[in-house]
């Protein structure tokens, strides 16, 4: 089992950057699919990045040329890059990892508020 922590959520002005952090515990997280997924108030769970194991990314269309991906093996960290934010990426950040065959994630952080001003 992992256990995962995410930090670095907060307010920044449209056209700014944040970067967030997961750290995880209990299991390495070049072991495991990481991703991003957020939520805002009322919609739906939506996918945001992804990295496998191999080290390969995903990034869904919202945020294709303005997120990345990345994971430092020695701190056993994942972190989400944030550019160019815009006031339709407010919304609750989760950490996530899953292990097998599939898309599947099996485990969640606890999320992180990320909130953009017009």
């Known amino acids: 089992q992992v256990q995962l922590v995410e930090s670095g959520g907060g307010l920044v002005q449209t056209g700014g950057s944040l970067r967030l952090s997961c750290v995880a515990s209990?299991?390495?997280?070049?072991?495991?699919?990481m991703g991003w997924y957020r939520q805002a108030p009322g919609k739906e769970r939506e996918f945001v990045v992804l990295i496998q194991p191999g080290g390969s990314t995903t990034a869904g269309n919202s945020v294709k040329g303005r997120f990345t991906i990345s994971r430092d093996n020695a701190k056993n960290t994942v972190y989400l890059q944030m550019n160019n934010l815009k006031p339709e990426d407010t919304a609750v950040y989760y950490c996530?990892?899953?292990?097998?065959?599939?898309?599947?994630?099996?485990?969640w952080g606890q999320g992180t508020q990320v909130t953009v001003s017009s």
């Open positions: 209990g299991s390495f997280v070049r072991s495991y699919r």
């Open positions: 996530a990892a899953g292990r097998g065959a599939g898309t599947l994630m099996n485990f």
